[in-house]
């Protein structure tokens, strides 16, 4: 079946830029039935859609984050990527990758998810 | 940031019939998602479409959507149903594209 595993540094400090990947296996993310997305959860704001990369290079993001955001996708190794600049103590949250579906059905709802990876903004 | 209105908690006792509601202004006109999150875990789609269940999802898990509100119903509530609860939208006429509830803990006494 498929999973989805998040990688990166678990301890940033603040003003960097906070990078982290996804890699997908059991399935291919050249697929059009699904959005490659990524979510955080504070504990103070719950969960929060980073935003998404479709198979085509399609990007969306939250508009709250999106000038600190870049999503990225490398088909050839069958993941995806988060980068986060300016970080804050605000950031500090664990991050999530997860797949959602494309379809008429269920539409972007989240059926897999990583099991997440806590990243903490402190110098 | 924009955020679908839960109650931060519901009771319920073993057995009985367990209602969390999510609200927002015609949230009858979307199609809400709903996730099951315990402790130190990801979350897990609960229903999709305000009412359809993901394979493996027990039927004790229903959902209706309409008006203002749309409610997940867990109908003999189980010790193991104990957990957070969230509902989610994605509406491509808000600025915020994809939404979250706050969350409901459900406590089963």
Redesign the interface.
């Known amino acids: 079946q498929v999973q989805l595993q998040e990688s990166g540094p678990g301890l940033v400090k603040p003003s960097q830029t906070l990078s982290l990947t996804c890699t997908v296996s059991g399935g291919s993310i050249n697929s059009d039935s699904y959005y490659w997305s990524w979510i955080r959860q504070t504990a103070g704001k719950g969960l929060e859609w980073i935003g998404r990369i479709y198979f085509s290079g399609s990007i969306n993001y939250n508009p709250s984050l999106e000038s600190r955001v870049t999503i990225s996708q490398d088909t050839s190794k069958n993941r995806f990527s988060l980068k986060l600049r300016s970080l804050t103590a605000a950031d500090t949250a664990v991050y999530y990758c997860a797949r959602a579906l494309a379809g008429s059905y269920g539409y972007y709802a989240f059926d897999i998810w990583g099991q997440g990876t806590m990243v903490t903004v402190s110098s | 940031?924009y955020?679908l209105t839960q109650p931060p908690s519901v009771s319920v006792a073993p057995g009985q019939t367990a209602r969390i509601t999510c609200g927002e202004d015609n949230i009858g006109s979307k199609?809400v998602?709903w996730?099951q999150q315990k402790p130190g875990?990801?979350?897990?789609?609960l229903l999709?479409?305000d009412s359809?269940r993901?394979s493996g999802i027990p039927e004790r898990f229903s959902g209706s959507n309409s008006g203002n509100t749309a409610t997940l119903t867990i109908t003999r509530v189980a010790v193991g149903d104990e957990a957070d609860y969230?509902c989610?939208v994605?509406d491509t006429s808000n600025?915020?594209?994809?939404?979250?509830?706050?969350?409901t803990k459900l406590t089963v006494l």
């Open positions: 940031s955020v199609s998602h996730y875990q990801a979350p897990v789609l999709y479409d359809d993901p969230y989610q994605w600025d915020h594209p994809c939404v979250f509830g706050g969350g």
